[in-house]
């Protein structure tokens, strides 16, 4: 099956500081890729979808220029959490669609990234 | 408006017991229906999804969901749990060609 890679798998950081976490597609191309947040045992919530070359749709109540989301190639999309708080603090999960023949578009999901914010 | 609604929060089996887990939907149009399960420290899993033809659909590890249209309803069943199916599992329904949208979850505790 396909396989969507997250890294890095766990970060901690300093509040404040900037956080990147790129979401791969290892063996086929994601015309789009979806970022989840999950909060300890709650479901996942849709952040954004991003469409390889152009902007990221937001969920509302998502802040754009907190969470920056760049899908510049058809295999890697990237969620970038922006002057991090601990309220930040949460599991992240991306989804890429694949678009092929007779896939019915299924999504297939990253392994997430847990940020901690201190 | 989308809404997904799953009953269970936590169910708790020993193991060989049938498990049903309910899942049931608000959306207009045509819906593709999805069960994910997450394993303790895993990430997400299909387990099985409907788009059409027959409803009641055959997944991973013995398990199945029926869709019932009447109903809104795309229920999770396994006739014997093992200790292994211990996990968290989401019903996600997705309209056309919009996004997937994610149910709270039911938590699965097998006891051995």
């Known amino acids: 099956g396909a396989v969507v890679s997250q890294h890095p798998s766990w970060v901690i950081c300093k509040s404040g500081t900037s956080v990147k976490i790129e979401c791969r597609s290892l063996?086929?191309?994601?015309?789009?890729m979806f970022w989840y947040r999950q909060f300890p045992k709650q479901s996942l919530m849709l952040m954004a979808t991003?469409?390889?070359?152009?902007?990221?749709?937001?969920e509302q109540g998502v802040e754009k220029d907190k969470f920056l989301i760049n899908h510049a190639s058809l295999t890697l999309s990237t969620l970038t959490v922006t002057s991090a708080h601990p309220e930040d603090s949460s599991f992240y999960i991306c989804?890429?669609?694949?678009?092929?023949?007779?896939?019915?578009?299924?999504?297939?999901f990253g392994p997430g990234t847990r940020l901690t914010v201190l | 408006a989308q809404s997904v609604s799953q009953h269970n929060h936590h169910v708790i089996l020993s193991e060989a017991a049938s498990l049903e887990l309910g899942c049931n939907y608000s959306?207009?149009?045509?819906?593709?229906l999805f069960w994910y399960v997450q394993y303790p420290g895993q990430h997400l899993q299909l387990l099985l999804k409907?788009?059409?033809?027959?409803?009641l659909v055959k997944g991973i590890k013995g398990f199945e969901a029926e869709f019932i249209k009447s109903k809104f309803s795309f229920n999770l069943r396994k006739p014997s749990v093992q200790w292994s199916d211990t996990a968290e599992y989401f019903c996600?329904?997705?309209?056309?060609?919009?996004?997937?949208?994610f149910g709270t979850g039911t938590r699965l505790t097998v006891i051995p």
């Open positions: 409907y788009f059409s033809g027959d409803p």
């Open positions: 959306y207009g149009g045509t819906v593709n």
């Open positions: 996600a329904p997705r309209s056309g060609a919009n996004n997937l949208f």
């Open positions: 063996d086929f191309q994601a015309t789009t």
């Open positions: 989804s890429a669609r694949h678009l092929g023949a007779g896939s019915y578009n299924e999504q297939f």
């Open positions: 991003s469409n390889e070359g152009s902007k990221a749709t937001y």
